[in-house]
């Protein structure tokens, strides 16, 4: 399923179930000790995904382990994300010489928790989402909304090693598919790339799920938008 957003070359595995009693793989038990069951399956699954997915790339397994703000340490030369939700595990990568960045994110299709909705919200996009509700009110635009923040941070915190906010990214939607999310703040680079101002995904929902992705091009002064699967 999330294969279908993101731009070719990228390796994406998923699950939807995960196997009994697996164990952690050796080098991450220490990351799950403490961890309740739930949190420690959708972890081994999860990062299983991401060894399938790398082993595409011809990387040899190998532990992966978190960096300052968990965030997946990946080989040297790729870059990727991982999602877990209730249900669903995946994890994408890809070369860097391809992608500068990617981020992915999946969630329950529901709204969010009340309250939640006006901690993640920017100035101007509660009218925004209220308007996609009038046109599509089948969709949980706040949950998809949300999703995609999440996407976005993926791909923007390696690129610069700084925090950004839910209010730090105002989030345009387009019912089609895409989304564009604006940078509100400083988006100047560690790696000396261009500054990130704008960050372009894609979107789906199926099988009770919402799923977003962004790419970011490598060697591109502007975020590309993935292609069409």
């Known amino acids: 399923m999330i ?12 699950a939807y ?8 793989y050796p080098g991450e038990e220490d990351l799950v000790a403490r961890a309740v069951d739930g949190r420690r399956r959708e972890f081994v699954t999860a990062r299983r995904c991401a060894r399938e997915a790398l082993a595409e790339l ?11 703000r968990r ?17 669903y595990r995946a994890a994408a990568v890809a070369a860097g010489a391809s992608l500068a ?3 992915i994110d999946a969630e329950p299709h529901e709204p969010l928790p009340d309250g939640v909705a006006g901690a993640v ?16 009110p ?32 105002e989030l345009t939607i387009d019912p089609a598919g895409r989304f564009v999310a604006r940078v509100l703040v400083d988006g100047v680079r560690t790696d000396g ?18 799923v977003t992705a962004v790419a970011v091009s490598a060697g591109s002064s502007l975020f590309a938008r993935p292609d069409p699967g």
């Open 121 to 136: 919200t920017a100035a101007g996009e509660p009218e925004h989402l209220g308007g996609l509700w009038a046109a599509h």
């Open 58 to 68: 011809g990387y040899a397994p190998a532990p992966i382990r978190p960096g300052p």
């Open 17 to 24: 179930a995960d196997v009994p009693g697996e164990p952690p």
């Open 193 to 210: 790339g261009p500054p990130l101002h704008a960050l372009h995904g894609r979107w789906l929902v199926a099988r009770g799920l919402v």
């Open 3 to 14: 294969e279908a957003l993101l731009p070719a070359g990228t390796v994406a595995v998923e």
């Open 138 to 169: 089948t969709v949980h635009w706040d949950r998809l909304l949300f999703s995609a923040k999440e996407s976005v941070y993926k791909a923007w915190y390696p690129l610069t090693g700084r925090w950004l906010g839910f209010e730090d990214a």
């Open 101 to 103: 960045g990617l981020g």
């Open 71 to 87: 965030e997946p340490i990946w080989p040297a030369g790729v870059v990727g994300s991982i999602t877990h939700c209730a249900g």
